[in-house]
Nanobody, 121 residues
Framework: QVQLVESGGGLVQAGGSLRLSCAAS????????MGWYHQAPGKLRELVAT???????NYADSVKGRFTITRDNARNTVYLQMNSLKPEDTAVYYC???????????????WGQGTQVTVSS
């Protein structure tokens, strides 16, 4: 089985920064696309950013120029550096990854448990 464990959330003032981390653990052969999504109260879960195994990235328009997604394939970890945070960034942030397990020839999608990010005005 696979676990995605997020860390780094918290409370920050507008204009501040936070760095989220998500480590995948288990009998992992490789990770394909990894990413971050967020869900604000009463809203649907939305894409924040994704990063392919080769390093190609994709961002929501609302975070372009402020957030940076990176990954460490050796550590099966994905990061989200969030700068110039705004109150509207307040949400639960979820890690997502396509993971290939030992003995499998396909990728399966997994979610982390979520970490709260609160930006005060």
């Amino acid at each position: 089985q696979v676990q995605l464990v997020e860390s780094g959330g918290g409370l920050v003032q507008a204009g501040g920064s936070l760095r989220l981390s998500c480590a995948a653990s288990g009998s992992i052969v490789s990770n394909n696309t990894m990413g971050w999504y967020h869900q604000a109260p009463g809203k649907l879960r939305e894409l924040v950013a994704t990063i392919a195994s080769g390093g190609g990235t994709n961002y929501a328009d609302s975070v372009k120029g402020r957030f940076t997604i990176t990954r460490d394939n050796a550590r099966n970890t994905v990061y989200l550096q969030m700068n110039s945070l705004k109150p509207e960034d307040t949400a639960v942030y979820y890690c997502n990854a396509d993971v290939q397990l030992t003995g499998r020839n396909y990728y399966r999608n997994y979610w982390g448990q979520g970490t709260q990010v609160t930006v005060s005005s």
